[in-house]
């Protein structure tokens, strides 16, 4: 079983950068995939980054060229700079392990002037 507790989430300006941690009771590079969805109220979840074990990443469009998913041995990042108003959701860290997939508890992204 893996644990997953994320961070860094605020309220922040639009233009504005935050950096979003995902820390894991395994580690990290055990893990199959790593990825970071969101959830905006009314609207289903969505994945925006992943980054798998071999160190290949993948982006949702709407982020790409602005977010960055990086990780270490004890976390996942997500680097969000150039923040636009609609994304502004509940950031949530997935943890796949072999056949199971695991959640954080989420963490609030407001971007608002």
């Known amino acids: 079983q893996v644990q997953l507790v994320e961070s860094g989430g605020g309220l922040v300006q639009p233009g504005g950068s935050l950096r979003l941690s995902c820390a894991a009771s395994?580690?990290?590079?055990?893990?199959?995939?790593v990825s970071w969805y969101r959830q905006a109220p009314g609207k289903e979840r969505e994945l925006v980054a992943h980054?798998?074990?071999?160190?290949g990443t993948k982006y949702a469009d709407s982020v790409k060229g602005r977010f960055t998913i990086s990780r270490d041995n004890a976390k996942v990042y997500l680097q969000m700079n150039s923040l636009k108003p609609e994304d502004t959701a509940v950031y949530y860290c997935?943890?796949?392990?072999?056949?199971?997939?695991?959640w954080g508890q989420g963490t609030q992204v407001t971007v608002s002037s």
């Open positions: 997935g943890a796949l392990l072999k056949t199971v997939l695991y």
């Open positions: 395994a580690n990290m590079f055990s893990i199959n995939v």
């Open positions: 980054i798998i074990s071999g160190g």
